[in-house]
């Protein structure tokens, strides 16, 4: 059975990628190659639709439905499912490169050498999406250097000693106080942050739970009895950046150490008996508990891929030119199932 990635380069090859729009099946096959960039990717949601917006349908059926049957009576209980929706709006995106010919004749791959750096190409529009999917924040587009003489709102964004933050609380006109912003990337990325809203803004203030000051198991037993029993299923995951991984192994051995007596060998990999996975776009600071298929990131088929090579510029600097339009919006299904632990201290080791 051929890749993704072999059926890629038979469908969408550098000869190909001309002009306009791709066909769905071309579509489908180049996002499912973006899907496969990172472990992450692979395990939420993906839904393509061919509109920019609209409106992605939910179904429940309830719970405790069951009913005594009595001979020949009927108590006039039915059950029915019950429907919602959730809306997307997809923003435009694009990725530009360019390669000189120089490269492509000197390089060992020869022509060849297109369709790697394609395919590394389509590789990181799957890892910025995670990016964007995780850590996105429109308001980080207006950010501006922090000005002591402005007032700011809790979620307004502003550049501060080459840092992009945004303000955890209300903020009076003086001068600038740390602990009221929390730093979300470099002042340098307010552009590509700022291209949507991803899930720790959507999830806003549901579920949230702040570590300052509580001990390292409190604060997960606190994330789980946050949401309804109902989502503790068994396809809960901790989601966490590799980083926050292994300092909380390194945390649970101080433990060994320090107090004596042992840590069961499941606790390093699943604290209140709930797998983790390694997320590194996740920040260091933040911990996510939910089914990761509650997390959907939505696209369209309205993708180009376009390659010039024959313009003035192309011919006079004998380069080749390419862009990946597309767009995404991130969603999530269910708020309910869904908790997050912030304010994590930068180490684990400075707990007590």
């Given amino acids: 059975m051929p890749t993704n990635a072999q059926i890629i380069k038979n469908t969408i090859t550098t000869d190909s ?10 579509a489908k096959k180049f996002l499912v190659q973006t899907f496969e960039a990172t472990p992450f990717q692979q395990s939420i949601r993906h839904v393509t639709r061919t509109e920019k917006s609209g409106e992605i349908d939910k179904i429940g059926i309830g719970h405790r439905l069951l009913r005594p049957k009595v001979e020949n009576t009927f108590d006039g209980v039915t059950a029915s499912p019950t429907f919602g929706v ?17 490269t492509l004749r000197q390089n060992i791959e020869g022509e060849n050498m297109d369709d790697v750096v394609t395919n590394l190409m389509t590789k990181q529009v799957g890892v910025d999406s995670e990016d964007l999917l995780l850590n996105g924040e429109e308001n980080a587009t ?6 002591a003489s402005t007032a700011y709102k809790a979620g307004d964004c502003v550049t501060e000693a080459g840092g992009l933050y945004r303000f955890r609380v209300n903020h009076a006109a003086g001068a600038w106080n740390a602990a009221e912003a929390e730093r979300i990337g470099d002042a340098a990325d307010k552009v590509f942050l ?9 999830l806003g203030g549901s579920h949230i739970i702040d570590a300052s000051g509580a001990k390292e198991l409190e604060m997960f037993y606190r994330a789980v009895a946050s949401m309804p029993t109902r989502f503790n299923d068994g396809t809960l995951r901790w989601m966490m950046s590799p980083t926050r991984a292994q300092q909380w192994e390194l945390f649970l051995l101080n433990k060994v150490i320090n107090a004596g007596g042992a840590v069961p060998e499941s606790l390093y990999k699943s604290p209140v008996g709930i797998p983790s996975m390694g997320v590194p776009m996740m920040p260091d600071d933040t911990v996510i508990l939910s089914n990761p298929k509650n997390f959907v990131q939505v696209n369209t088929y309205t993708m180009k891929i376009r390659k010039d090579e024959t313009s003035v510029e192309a011919i006079r600097k004998d380069k080749k030119f390419y862009v990946i339009h ?3 919006d991130a969603i999530i299904e269910e708020i309910e199932a869904t908790a997050m632990i912030t304010n994590l201290p930068a180490l684990l080791t400075d707990l007590s």
């Fill in 17 to 26: 990628v001309s002009h306009g729009l791709l066909t769905p099946y071309q």
């Fill in 86 to 102: 959730v809306k997307y709006a997809c923003e435009a995106t694009r990725l530009d490169w360019d390669i000189t010919n120089e």
């Fill in 142 to 147: 207006a950010a501006e250097a922090f000005s």
């Fill in 194 to 202: 700022g291209q949507n809203d991803g899930v720790i803004k959507i």
């Fill in 326 to 328: 597309f767009d995404f």
